[in-house]
């Protein structure tokens, strides 16, 4: 429950008056139900929707429908709960002036990057606050169709990595270097202050090389201290062995990524990780992004790295949280992230956890499931993920508290 009363506010103020349908009733029918990935599926299950909330669900048949309820026909779609990407950045040029930007530029990206992949929650780690509020804000409002957005604002870090500093340059944008705790302290309260719901670390900014600038353990410290006094989790971009220690040693979270200065994972270095409480982000696709312009083989070799470090955290019982770091990469499409996952031995159940019920618990407390009267967060797809890991990716419906946000074509 740690780290989860302040977010736990924040996804009641994030249910957006325009997604709510006093009066209205959506029942969705015949679909295959995984109510949570431990569970057996209701084969041929519906499910009805009041409010907002999940009011009643079951075999096809078991319960009444009100007159006037909405149908929606699920037969042979797969329904979950609304999946969790919890590694995103608002920083696309559609989105990086959400103040200014028309309504119908931001839903279009919007529906690219997160509606019409199954997202109904994202964690946005590290973008420009200000920003990103105003986008959150015009979602509440119900002028825009989109997730809930979670996010941490700016970084802390000594120095910026060398892969952002043409970007931040081009938008004309200045994120401060960090590199004494007060400092950090001071970061951590005003993010708090204005609505941020965690803090991202780089215990490592790559510099280029084998050059990796790593947070002083003071400073991050000082940042995961005062996170905790306001129940905000915080993550870790470790780069090297040394941005993981820095993350283990202060208290970190979460990894944002696998790490890709890194010697082999052994157990007991997964066991280090577990007995930290640290969960994984792997970013899968992120680095075949990296890789794009090296040779196959050697591109085949650095994922192979990143899916090795996956395989072992799985195999040693490490929690796991999908997440895609769109937003710096343009890979909005999932289907590369489920099927590298499932090659690292993840199993069609391991993975719809790290969509639905591990961050849902981390983050907020709540289970993750689909049950009565919790918020009718749903992700329908057109296949089946138990026969094959990219249907996670068939989406044809997305549905945030009861509100179709995305319909397939």
């Not at 270095?269 to 577990?274: D, H, P, Q, T």
């Amino acid at each position: 429950m740690r780290h989860c009363l302040a977010i736990v506010l924040c996804i009641g103020l994030l249910a957006p008056a325009a997604f709510a349908l006093p009066g209205d009733d959506l029942i969705l029918v015949g679909a295959k139900i995984y109510r949570s990935p431990e569970e057996a599926p209701i084969e041929n299950g519906s499910i009805l929707i009041h409010d907002g909330a999940i009011q009643a669900l079951g075999p096809t048949g078991s319960f009444r429908i009100p007159p006037g309820a909405t149908r929606l026909d699920c037969s042979h779609l797969t329904v979950t709960a609304g999946f969790w990407n919890s590694h995103v950045h608002i920083l696309t040029p559609a989105l990086l002036h959400a103040k200014q930007s028309s309504a119908a530029e931001l839903n279009t990206e919007l529906d690219n990057m997160f509606n019409r992949w199954g997202f109904t929650t994202v964690f946005d780690i590290s973008s420009i606050l200000d920003n990103t509020l105003a986008l959150r804000r015009r979602i509440e409002s119900g002028e825009l169709s989109g997730p809930r957005i979670l996010t941490t604002g700016e970084p802390v870090w000594t120095i910026e990595p060398v892969y952002v500093r043409t970007f931040l340059l081009e938008n004309h944008l200045r994120i401060p270097d960090t590199t004494k705790p007060d400092e950090a302290i001071a970061l951590v309260r005003d993010h708090f202050e204005k609505g941020a719901n965690g803090i991202k670390l780089f215990t490592g900014s790559y510099q280029g090389g084998d050059k990796v600038a790593n947070l002083p353990l003071a400073v991050a410290k000082a940042a995961v201290t005062e996170a905790r006094k306001h129940s905000m989790p915080v993550f870790a971009h470790p780069q090297n062995l040394t941005g993981v220690n820095v993350a283990i040693d202060s208290g970190v979270n979460v990894l944002a990524h696998t790490v890709p200065q890194s010697p082999p994972w052994t157990p007991e270095f997964c066991e280090r990780l577990k007995q930290a409480h640290l969960a994984l982000i792997p970013t899968l696709t992120l680095f075949d992004f990296e890789a794009r312009n090296l040779k196959p083989a050697e591109r085949e070799s650095w994922v192979a790295q990143m899916v090795s470090e996956l395989r072992a955290y799985t195999q040693a019982g490490g929690e796991i949280l999908f997440g895609t770091d769109i937003g710096y990469t343009d890979r909005y499409d999932t289907r590369l992230e489920f099927t590298l996952m499932s090659r690292a031995g993840m199993s069609y159940r391991q993975i719809l956890a790290s969509l639905t019920t591990n961050p849902a618990q981390r983050f907020t407390g709540k289970s993750g499931r689909i049950d009565i009267d919790q918020p009718a967060d749903l992700t329908v797809l057109s296949a089946d993920p138990s026969e094959d890991p990219t249907a996670f990716s068939q989406v044809r419906y997305t549905i945030l508290a009861g509100k179709l946000i995305f319909r397939a074509p």
